[in-house]
């Protein structure tokens, strides 16, 4: 099974995707750090999320692995991500109340996530492994969804107010979804082309969130006009 | 708080195109009860964000907090988010 293959590779870059996404996440929980506004959790956790499900992969790949049944906790986990990311662009333009309303959503999602990992993790374990092969392609599927409908948005967001500022993150958005859609073709057909390309199209979505983070909170104050 | 943030912009604001603070004016431009505004400014006080409810002049560590304030809403224009 191509999930299986080039451990170590594997191993090194979901390690170093794990660094990236909790360098975004210190950046991104800077607005929730200041204002406390649950509408502000939503892109940390979104983030924090995937770099868990970073983590837990290089565990898996790693020497000392895990158990082979708990290969789906990694996907489970990143799929938790991006539906939190699209949760958190979905409510983030409803008018009335909806700081309030994207906070306590967030926040039950959140349970949600813990409660079917605790479940399918302890409770479960073997539905879970039995159903791994299927649910992975579903998954990847279900990601890339969640993740154009966040590109669209956000593009459509950019074209409402031309800004230049504003044209990075739809294409962050981008190219995590060509990552997700090549891993999917990877897990098919065993292409180390396809393999390689989800690599690279993931790591220039992070640096793109990376980048944009950087710029916004430390350059300088004459450079923002 | 957001509203705390939205509060000191407003001030800021009024400041630059006026001597004087005029309440109402505030109120206006960030759309909150007269009672509740008050409020809210007491607490800006107490948090050391302004120097006194009758000035209502920004301390440093007011400018300092609506600095960041000002960071991350550009951080969420930035990421497409716009909260209303």
């Given at each position: ?5 080039y ?26 750090k200041l ?5 502000y959790l ?10 868990i499900?970073?983590?837990?992969a ?12 708990l ?9 938790f991500a991006?539906?939190?990311?699209a ?7 409803r ?22 990992s ?14 791994y ?6 998954l990847?599927?279900f990601n ?8 669209i ?13 504003t044209?990075?993150v ?20 065993s292409?180390?082309?396809?393999f ?8 220039v ?7 944009v ?12 006009g | ?10 001030l800021?604001s009024?400041?630059n195109e006026?001597?004087?603070v005029?309440l ?10 007269f ?6 400014i007491t ?9 006194d ?6 301390t440093?560590k ?15 224009k ?7």
């Open positions: 099974m191509s999930a299986n293959m451990p170590t590779e594997r191993m090194i870059v979901e390690a170093v995707a794990t660094i990236l996404c909790f360098v975004i996440v210190r950046f991104m929980a800077k607005p929730y204002t406390r506004e649950g509408s939503g892109l940390p956790l979104g983030f924090a999320f995937l770099g499900s970073n983590a837990l290089a565990l898996a790949y790693s020497p000392l692995g895990f158990d082979p049944k290969m789906w906790l990694p996907q489970l986990t990143r799929t991006f539906v939190f990311l949760v958190t662009y979905l409510f983030s333009n008018k009335s109340k909806s700081s309030k309303l994207l906070g306590e959503t967030t926040i039950s999602l959140l349970i949600i996530a813990v409660a079917i605790f479940l399918l993790a302890f409770v479960a374990p073997q539905f879970a492994f039995e159903g092969s299927q649910a992975n392609v579903y990847r599927i890339v969804i969640c993740l154009a409908y966040i590109a948005y956000t593009l459509r967001s950019h074209v409402k107010n031309l800004d230049p500022t044209l990075w739809p294409f962050g958005f981008i190219f995590l979804a060509i990552g997700q859609y090549t891993l999917l073709f990877w897990y098919i057909d292409s180390f082309s396809a390689v390309g989800s690599l690279v199209t993931t790591f979505g992070l640096a793109i969130f990376l980048f983070s950087y710029r916004t909170f430390y350059s300088s104050d004459k450079e923002r | 708080m957001k509203i705390y943030g939205d509060l000191l912009s407003a800021r009024e400041f006026k001597e004087r005029v109402t004016h505030i109120q206006v431009r960030i759309n909150v009860p009672d509740r505004l008050k409020s809210y607490e800006l006080r107490e948090l050391g964000f302004i120097e409810e009758t000035s209502l002049k920004l440093e007011g400018k300092q907090y609506l600095r960041e304030y000002e960071k991350i809403l550009d951080f969420m930035r990421m497409g988010l716009t909260y209303q």
